[in-house]
């Protein structure tokens, strides 16, 4: 193997930085050594408890007796945290600056105004009659006004399910049905790189089969025409204008929800994922702080959305809880051109900047030129999320956008685990391109054998497990525990199991080689193959459909189909374009198929098991390495495949 770079701490981060590499390995040791006293001196330094707590950790990682509970007894509320308590020291400092999808349209929102507008709303929700528990749908887009809802049901304990304003309305009917919710917030529209899409259109389409939502909240984005349901639907600046601006804080639980998030797995529908109030808060409050070095008085922007997991943890907990000045971008990176990300950047001054591998590829594409435009010398910290970055991506971004001044971090983390929890620190961790590093503090990552879960010692590759829990953790799947303890805690024993895979150097550092389960990673954003075969299926063309990723340039993945006609249907391009726009309708826009190939028949095993790994190779034209055939039912069918494949 070619040596490696790396990358060493930049000395004048590290003489500024919260955390240095001695002060790294010390903090990191006490905190496997002596978790508990190590969790409550943290909990009592970043949060603010209304009652302290009675245990910091119960837990059992054993299926038969699972279950995780941090701060066991204390009570907190996460917006007196994120707000109240900021209100003397910083009222009028900035809390969100607002960058519309328009170059000239920006907001600035002091914490005493979002203070403010957060009592109102939840106010206003209290008035339509939700009440500490119940579900409350966000599908909104990124406008400051999603963050204000978040918040104003962490008010008074309503748990939160945001479904990504660029899911479709089949999606947005399944999640509001599977969480139960009553009421949903919604805008008239979205605007994304000058193009308006209708969100309450979408809302209306999914609602005729929800009756139990009985509120739809409606903000004003665009002024574009909506349709009015009388007595469900009410305007989000008439209820707030019409709100007291008072509304005390209710006291939550620590293991009390606080939000659900749906995602892909490897089978079935999308699951739920829940976290909890107290450990969630803490971590994301204190991975914010240290992943990015946060100083005080910094501009610091994530260009994730709202409703990806990214979004909860470090546009809006994580920042707001540290008292930062977080930004919110509505817009896409080549609006009005491929500059954006560095205008915005100039524009407000920003000094950690957080976004994913698949926009740094797509700029890189663009060349230096647009960068180059721009100054960036506010840029201090970079950060990458969602997929593994590949290491010229890194480069580019660390030598073109950086300038090579700016420490990249490049966490791995989930949905499921709240927070970061492979990641380096700015002023701790030397660097090298295309790995995550090391573990945060309290976290405890090993390798197993993915084929009978072996621990693996010392270099190697394997499954990536997590041997302990940490305060960020998912607690349960709504509506479903079981499916929790089967996804994560029965394939290994006595482990939560990630579905990635990873390689650990020599050195410790970790290499996350990408899912090892059948979920794919389409431009970091997360789809399971089954939910697109399930909507592929939905033709009545179609017979069998079987999907994988293959290696994307831009997209990190790109979603190969292998479809199955009923007997005596014609193969055409039409009804590709047909397949195409069915899994784009069923899922979202996120969910475009690029390939279909007609597959006569499929390689299953005896037992009539889809051989996906024979797939896979074929969708990434690696077909000198299928491996053993011989247990298939039919081994011709493969060079059938072979000869049709499409990504030569
Ligand atoms: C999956 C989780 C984490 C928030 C956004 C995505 C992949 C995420 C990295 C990274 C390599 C990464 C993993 C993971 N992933 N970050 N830095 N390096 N892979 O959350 O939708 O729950 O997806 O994204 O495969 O399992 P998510």
Redesign the pocket.
């Known amino acids: 193997m070619s040596e490696q770079k790396v990358y060493p701490v930049p000395a004048n981060i590290a003489a500024n930085a919260h955390v240095d590499a001695a002060t790294y390995e010390a903090m990191y040791r006490r905190s496997v050594d002596d978790p508990e006293g190590f969790w409550g001196e943290y909990a009592e330094q970043f949060v603010s408890w209304f009652k302290p707590w009675d245990s910091v950790l119960n837990y059992s990682y054993q299926a038969d007796d699972l279950h995780i509970e941090w701060f066991k007894g204390a009570t907190l509320n996460v917006t007196y945290n994120c707000l109240d308590r900021h209100l003397e020291t910083r009222g009028d400092q900035v809390a969100i600056i607002w960058e519309g999808d328009d170059p000239n349209e920006d907001r600035s929102i002091t914490y005493r105004a979002l203070h403010d507008e957060v009592c109102r709303l939840a106010n206003a929700l209290k008035a339509r009659g939700v009440e500490k528990g119940d579900r409350v749908c966000i599908y909104l887009p990124m406008v400051p006004e999603a963050a204000v809802a978040m918040l104003a049901c962490a008010r008074i304990g309503a748990v939160h399910s945001i479904v990504f304003g660029g899911f479709s309305s089949d999606s947005l009917r399944d999640r509001v049905l599977d969480s139960e919710c009553k009421v949903v917030i919604t805008s008239d529209e979205s605007v994304r790189g000058g193009r308006h899409i209708p969100l309450k259109r979408n809302a209306d389409t999914a609602l005729q089969e929800c009756p139990n939502v009985d509120t739809v909240v409606v903000v004003s984005r665009t002024g574009g025409a909506v349709e009015w349901v009388e007595g469900r639907d009410i305007w989000y600046h008439e209820a707030i204008a019409a709100a007291d601006a008072t509304c005390e804080p209710v006291e939550m639980d620590a293991e009390d929800p606080l939000f659900i998030l749906y995602?892909s797995g490897s089978t079935g529908k999308p699951k739920g994922v829940l976290h909890t109030t107290g450990g969630y808060l803490l971590y994301a409050a204190m991975t914010h702080k240290y992943t990015f070095d946060y100083q005080d008085g910094e501009v610091y922007w994530c260009t994730a959305d709202v409703g990806?997991?990214?979004g909860h943890t470090y546009i809006v907990y994580g920042p707001l809880a540290n008292g930062a000045t977080s930004l919110m971008f509505e817009g896409i990176p080549n609006y009005p051109d491929m500059s954006r990300f560095w205008q915005v950047v100039d524009k407000h001054q920003v000094n950690i900047f957080y976004t994913a591998p698949t926009a740094i590829r797509s700029l890189m594409r663009a060349g230096e030129e647009p960068v180059k435009q721009t100054s960036r010398k506010s840029l201090r910290i970079l950060g990458?999320?969602?997929?593994?970055?590949n290491p010229e991506a890194w480069e580019w971004y660390y030598h073109v956008v950086g300038e090579e001044r700016c420490p990249i971090v490049?966490?791995?983390?989930?949905?499921?685990t709240g927070g970061h929890l492979i990641t380096p620190l700015p002023g701790a961790t030397a660097l090298k391109p295309g790995s995550?590093t090391r573990p945060f503090f309290g976290v405890v990552p090993a390798l197993v054998d993915p084929a009978d879960g072996t621990p693996i010692e010392g270099a190697g590759e394997g499954a990536l497990v997590i041997t302990r829990p940490w305060p960020g953790q998912m607690r349960t799947v709504y509506g479903d525990h079981q499916r929790f303890i089967d996804t994560y805690f029965k394939q290994y024993p006595g482990y939560y199991f990630?579905?990635?895979g990873a390689r650990r150097d020599a050195d410790g550092d970790y290499w996350?080689t990408?899912?090892i389960d059948d979920?794919l990673?389409v431009s970091?954003?997360?789809l399971g193959t089954a939910e697109i075969e399930s909507a592929l299926v939905l033709h009545p063309h179609v017979a069998e459909a079987a999907v994988v990723g293959y290696p994307h340039d831009v997209k990190g993945q790109g979603i190969y189909a292998y479809v199955t006609p009923m007997a005596g249907v014609e193969p055409t391009d039409a009804l590709k374009k047909e397949l195409v726009s069915l899994v784009r309708g069923e899922i979202g826009p996120i969910a475009i198929v690029d390939l279909i190939q007609w597959s006569p028949s499929l390689p299953k095993t005896r037992s009539g098991k889809i051989m996906r790994r024979i797939l896979r190779k074929i969708a990434a034209n690696e077909i000198d390495s299928l491996g053993d055939t011989s247990t298939l039912a039919d081994p011709t069918v493969v060079n059938e495949l072979i000869d049709g494949r499409l990504n030569r």
Not at 384 to 389: A, F, K, L, N, Y
Not at 410 to 416: F, K, L, N, S, Y
Request: glycine share 14%; hydrophobic share 30%.
């Open positions: 995602t990806w997991v990214t990458s999320v969602g997929e593994p970055i490049d966490t791995w983390w989930q949905t499921e995550a990630s579905g990635d996350i990408g899912r979920v990673n970091g954003h997360r």
